[in-house]
């Protein structure tokens, strides 16, 4: 299965605990195709943090980056 993201489309959800053993997720996997060759951003956190696809220019192949904006500059 997957979803089929189109311009501004986007998934919200607490993150929150499983409920037995109190612990939060410490993984997310990403998987995507873009149909676009620019830079997107996939996932952001308000004003904290984001991870971006970066366009791989001539390259068929693009990378992620995370940014984060240091404690007291939000």
């Known amino acids: ?6 311009s501004s489309q986007y998934i919200e959800h607490l993150w929150t605990t499983d409920n037995t053993s109190g612990f ?16 997107q951003t996939i996932i952001q956190k308000g004003s904290e943090w984001a991870i971006s696809l970066q366009d791989g220019g001539v390259t068929d192949k693009g990378y992620l980056r995370k940014s984060s904006i240091p404690r007291g500059l939000c």
């Open 1 to 6: 299965y997957a979803l089929d993201f189109r």
């Open 24 to 39: 939060y997720p410490d993984t997310i996997e990403f998987r995507f195709r873009s149909p676009e060759r620019q830079d």
